[in-house]
């Protein structure tokens, strides 16, 4: 059974950082395209950056977090993590992990239409 767990969201002020973690089981890490997805109310799952089980060389982002965020992922721990730094009101979300097993990332930022599993969000909100 795939499951995908994530952490380490919370409230925090404009300007500061968190760092989201997601810890994957059930044989889905080997070979996995992986991504964070976020959703505000009222608006679509938009997706912030995807990564391929090689490392960051393969990371892609979103336009409106590059150079904010890094995503990256501890191969020998099964976990992908997110670091957001430079935090924005408008960075206020359910922040999602996701991935597809046997299966290189799309280039550019990533679509919900390529992800099999889902994780059940963690919270981020960020205050002016």
């Known amino acids: 059974q795939v499951q995908l767990v994530e952490s380490g969201g919370g409230s925090v002020q404009a300007g500061g950082s968190l760092r989201l973690s997601c810890a994957a089981s059930?044989?889905?890490?080997?070979?996995?395209?992986m991504a964070w997805f976020r959703q505000a109310p009222g608006k679509e799952r938009e997706g912030v950056a995807s990564?391929?089980?090689?490392?960051?060389?393969?990371?892609s982002y979103a336009d409106s977090v590059k150079g904010r965020f890094t995503i990256s992922r501890d191969n020998a721990k099964t976990t992908l993590y997110l670091q957001m730094n430079s935090l924005k009101p408008e960075d206020t979300a359910m922040y999602y992990c996701?991935?597809?097993?046997?299966?290189?990332?799309?280039?550019?930022?990533?679509?919900?239409?390529?992800?099999?599993?889902w994780g059940q969000g963690t919270q981020v909100t960020v205050s002016s």
């Open positions: 996701a991935a597809v097993p046997y299966s290189y990332c799309y280039p550019g930022p990533p679509r919900t239409s390529h992800f099999r599993y």
């Open positions: 990564i391929d089980r090689g490392g960051s060389d393969s990371a």
């Open positions: 059930g044989n889905i890490y080997s070979g996995a395209c």
